[in-house]
């Protein structure tokens, strides 16, 4: 029967190696224990002994190559009917450290194994883990190590590597379920990748803050890559007092690598390596971002004591809008300026021109006005249209106008973008606003309709309320919050006259924005809606 | 009847409750420490490591002086001991022990009581004190430490006179003429070298293929030579069937390759084990979950199934260690007080057997690390070739080293010979802190020493000892 042999685990956490020399060609009689091929790791020189004993039939790696821990070097065609067990592969060898995936030994003679990807043991008695996200799809060409999968614990966002190259045949899981430690995930023919000269895809790059793409509340930017943990078979090169530094601060000494001599682990890398988790987590996609970044959360009463609860696990909208808006919430110094507009004439003009918009088939809101005011307010203020990259040091200044509209969905809340809402005229903004909030609410809504907001508009006038602070939807640096119009007797001089007052709550990053501005752009805001010609004027 | 509210108490006042208590202690938790005996320190001080490393160190002492002396020029006519003296003599080390140990409770602010403690409920436990005064003692947390006892087989009830446990053993009123051992083990082998030592014909029978099971078979036999050099017989591979009194005297009948055999002694001492002491005390009755084998099942953290109940030492699983003892009881004392500790943090808990000579071992013998197919280089040095050893005439032993192939991390040592006990606790640290074998030969290890031997024998390993010649390779 055919067998496969795979590059064994090489210790020490060499996951990869330059193959120096091939002892074997096709044809050749392999013996157990015969070198196949000598390997060079950045810490040594390594013989490879085989497992397998018989004819080889394929040779899949050439001098030179890079190897890498579980591929496939060798097919090997051994004696025996098929009823002899096959010789443990390294990997399957490897299936049984506790922490390991469990990959089970190749199916069948001939055939390309199919590997079946469980959920791996995160450690300290988790019993399930969130998926937060799928990296794969069925078909795509996935190396052994490659990230495939992101599942949060209560502990860390952990990327689960791919225990073998192949082909993605079945995913079995979707973003955002739970799945028990040891369920089958993922399903890989393996083998050489579909596309055997496909590069490895390259992790996933935090948003460089120059690009245009700024996500939306729903979608917060992809975290910076999540610093790979070390897999190991026996316990970390560390002394105890490493340890305990690690066991104190809550991170698992057996993922670190360390610099020192045979690879130990120093304090220095304990501490380097918590912060490299905590910025990732802080960032985004850790679970425990939903709290202060680096707080662990406080442990909780039992509820139970004081009345019947319910747990409920929470929506993946409602998990991403929680951690975003902490992170927003930490990040950015907020300061809410308050300001009315009369829009008593402005209400007499939506009235007399919904008619004709409502024939294009949509509704003349004053959502959709505000929109357009924004928008040339954004035109007229920059500084409003901006990101900050305080790692750079830089003020991002976007010549491009989208507005995100705050859309409260069953499933929660999501902040879809109005594009280019500074070259629309209103009617097509209605259109649009029609459309997007249409499509939200039957769930249609499609990632590239929530990314690229510039500043973001959220209308709770239609409920009531007089004022609220709403949180910048980061990286924005401005919101605009609009509570319900309402009559109020302005005095004019010389006697009171109703007026249709609309209150107007203005929360902006006070790292690129003063107070004066904040005041000015409201005010502009606000003379927009009463003075309609300003727009056309100044806009 | 009385409250008392502690935030923590601890049950049991041995080498894992009284460290637990200390710590607790320091760590500013108000603690209550209760032990149903007499004293402080449990089996430890008063029935086990301390008292018999007295009479231990008394017969080497004793051997020396009769026999191994004559070599260095040393004349000595008479040489006898006094038993009762030497019982007086052992029984005042423990005394000071057990009452430097009430002064580091007090002085670290923690109480402590005699009597005995049944668990009510996850928070609170009835006392009755010696005094005979009942007390409710509330608290947030418990630590139970309530240690082993001897395992009693069937048919050898210990009645104390003629079947005879360890404890026995240490406070016999004279030294028997013969003894017979069932139990190769450690502390059968400890007790019953005292007393070979001291003239006793002593017969050591084992169910195990070898003396002191866990230990490489090349150490096990050089104990077992030198026991026979006094004049034990050593019997493996055996099993104890019953006894009967024989005049007044012990005839014991025990099983070896299928047949039966006889042996006669004073006494008959059994010590196969011990079991842990995890009922009796309302552990069960309060939801504390319990293996079939007797444990109290904890996590890393040694919380039990209740989680503001913690378990540590000989009642929560092998090795019955008194250190390992103390290192859970500052893990569980530090888990309480808020910070984190695992029991996953420890990399090895060496043990120390007080044989002729003694035995020290921290990590995988090489047996071990082959069951595991772990790829291994070993060095194994002897004794003979250290100055130090010849010049004081303890050339019997050898250390071996075992240390992962490629990474050369040192994965165990096993060192037997003279202050084995003391020389071990460098492998332990050596495995602790993941050094490797060059990590501990290019260390300078003074001349001269016995320590030196754990410099030669990584050495070994790499085929460039220093004082043997290496096997070519």
């Known amino acids: 029967m055919l067998k496969e042999f795979i590059l064994p685990d090489l210790g020490d956490g060499i996951k990869k190696a330059v193959v120096l020399k091939v002892f074997v060609k096709p044809g050749d009689h392999l013996e157990t224990d015969a070198p196949v091929v000598e390997i060079e790791s950045d810490k040594a020189t390594i013989e490879v002994p085989s497992t397998l004993s018989g004819l080889v039939k394929e040779v899949r790696i050439r001098e030179g190559e890079e190897a890498s821990e579980g591929m496939v070097l060798l097919i090997v065609e051994t004696a025996g009917t098929g009823s002899v067990p096959p010789a443990p592969s390294a990997a399957s060898q490897k299936a049984e450290e506790p922490g390991a995936i469990k990959v089970p030994p190749p199916a069948s003679a001939g055939t390309p194994a199919l590997v079946e990807v469980t959920l791996p043991d995160l450690g300290d008695g988790i019993k399930s883990a969130e998926i937060l996200k799928v990296l794969v799809k069925p078909g795509d060409p996935v190396q052994a190590d490659q990230g495939i999968l992101e599942v949060g614990s209560d502990k860390a966002t952990i990327e689960v590597p791919s225990p073998v190259s192949g082909t993605v045949a079945e995913v079995l899981v979707r973003d955002g379920d739970k799945a028990e430690i ?86 220095e890398d304990v501490k380097a390596w918590s912060k490299k ?263 | 009847m009385s409250v008392l509210n502690y935030d923590t108490l601890v049950i049991g006042a041995g080498p894992g409750g009284y460290v637990a208590a200390i710590r607790l202690g320091q760590l500013g938790i108000k603690t209550l420490v ?36 004559e070599k260095m020029g040393i004349k000595v006519a008479g040489a006898s001991y006094d038993w009762a003296k030497t019982q007086e003599w052992k029984n005042g080390i423990v005394e000071s022990l057990t009452s430097g140990i009430a002064q580091l409770l007090k002085g670290n602010g923690v109480d402590h009581r005699f009597g005995t403690a049944t668990l009510t409920s996850s928070t609170s436990a009835d006392f009755l004190d010696k005094s005979g005064e009942k007390l409710t003692i509330n608290f947030k947390n418990c630590i139970i430490a309530t240690g082993s006892s001897p ?85 493996v591979s055996a099993k ?132 595991q197919s772990k790829k291994i280089k070993t060095g194994k040095f002897p004794y003979g070739a250290l100055g130090r050893a010849k010049s004081t005439g303890d050339i019997e032993g050898f250390a071996r080293i075992v240390a992962d192939y490629d990474s050369e991390r040192v994965l165990g040592v096993e060192i037997v010979g003279t202050n084995a006990s003391d020389m071990i606790s460098e492998a332990a640290l050596a495995i602790e802190m993941g050094a490797t074998l060059d990590d501990i030969h290019l260390t300078v290890h003074p001349h001269p020493t016995l320590g030196e031997i754990m410099m030669e024998t990584a050495k070994a390993a790499k085929g460039e000892a220093v004082h043997i010649l290496n096997p070519k390779s």
Not at chain 1, 183 to 189: A, E, G, N, P
Not at chain 1, 501 to 530: K, N, Q, T
Not at chain 2, 38 to 55: D, E
């Open chain 1, 182 to 267: 040891g369920r089958v995930v993922l399903k890989i023919v393996a083998g050489s990748p579909a596309t055997a000269s496909a590069p490895v895809a390259p992790e996933p790059a935090a948003p460089k803050t120059a690009s245009p793409e700024v996500r939306s509340q729903a979608q917060p930017q992809e975290p910076a890559t999540e610093p790979q943990p070390v897999s190991r078979q026996t316990a970390a090169p560390a002394a105890p007092s490493v340890r305990r530094l690690a066991r104190e601060i809550g991170v698992n000494v057996n993922e670190i690598s360390g610099t020192g001599p045979g690879g130990r682990i120093t304090q």
């Open chain 1, 277 to 539: 988790l905590h910025q990732t987590r802080g960032s985004s996609a850790g679970p425990v971002s939903g709290q202060a970044a680096g707080i662990a959360q406080k442990p909780l009463p039992d509820f139970s004591k004081f009345g019947p609860v319910e747990r409920r696990s929470m929506s993946t909208i409602r998990y991403k809008t929680a951690e975003h808006l902490s992170y927003a919430w930490q990040t950015i110094p907020h300061v809410t300026q308050f300001d009315k507009a009369d829009v008593t004439v402005l209400e007499s003009l939506r009235k007399q021109f919904s008619p004709s918009v409502e024939k294009a088939g949509a509704k003349l809101t004053m959502t959709a006005i505000l929109v357009k005011v924004l928008a040339a307010a954004l035109r007229k203020y920059p500084q409003f249209n901006a990101s900050v990259d305080m790692e750079s040091k830089e003020i991002i200044l976007k010549s491009y106008v989208n507005i995100g509209i705050a859309v409260d969905t069953d499933a929660g809340l999501i902040v879809p973008v109005i594009r280019d809402a500074d070259k629309k005229n209103i009617s097509t903004i209605a259109l649009a606003l029609t459309d997007i909030a249409g499509r939200a609410r039957n769930r249609k809504i499609t990632p590239e309709d929530l990314q690229g907001g510039c500043m973001s508009i959220t209308n709770l006038g239609g409920i009531g309320g007089t004022s609220f602070t709403p949180i910048v939807n980061s990286p924005e640096v401005a919101i605009l919050g609009v509570s319900r119009g309402s009559m109020e007797p302005v005095w004019n001089g010389s006697a009171f006259e109703p007026k249709l007052m609309l209150p107007l709550s203005l929360s902006y990053d006070h790292r690129i924005i003063d107070g004066a501005d904040a005041a000015r752009f409201l005010r502009w805001v606000c003379e927009a809606l009463e003075q309609p010609l300003k727009l056309l004027i100044e806009g």
């Open chain 2, 34 to 69: 209760v032990d149903k005996d007499k004293a402080l320190g449990g089996v430890c001080l008063n029935w086990g490591c301390i008292p018999s490393k007295s009479l231990i160190q008394m017969a080497k002492t004793y051997e020396k002086t009769v026999s191994g002396t």
């Open chain 2, 151 to 235: 395992v009693q087989i069937p048919g050898f009830t210990f009645d104390h006179q003629v079947i005879v446990d360890s404890t026995d053993l240490l406070e016999l009123k004279s030294v028997p003429d013969s003894l017979i051992l069932i139990g190769g083990g450690v502390i059968g082998l400890e007790l019953g070298t005292v007393y070979a030592k001291l003239g006793t014909k002593l017969t050591v029978v084992e169910m195990m293929d070898q003396v002191l099971p866990g230990t490489s078979k090349d150490v096990a036999q050089l104990i077992e030579r030198k026991l026979k050099r006094n004049k034990a017989d050593v019997f």
């Open chain 2, 240 to 371: 104890a069937k019953s006894w009967k009194k024989s005049g007044d005297k012990a005839e014991l009948t025990f099983e070896i390759s299928g047949k039966d055999q006889t042996v006669t002694g004073d006494m008959i001492a059994v010590a196969v084990g011990r079991r842990p002491n995890s009922k009796g005390f309302g552990a069960e009755s309060i939801g504390i979950k319990i293996t079939d084998r007797g444990f109290i099942e904890v996590n890393e953290k040694l919380q039990t199934s209740v989680p503001n109940i913690y378990a540590i030492g000989d009642v929560v699983g092998q090795p019955m260690l008194a250190h390992k003892a103390s290192k859970e009881g500052e893990i569980a004392a530090e888990n309480i007080a808020g910070h984190k500790y695992s029991t996953r943090d420890i990399q090895v808990i060496p043990g120390v057997i007080f044989c002729d000579p003694e035995v020290g071992i921290a990590g995988l013998t090489e047996d071990e690390a082959k069951r």
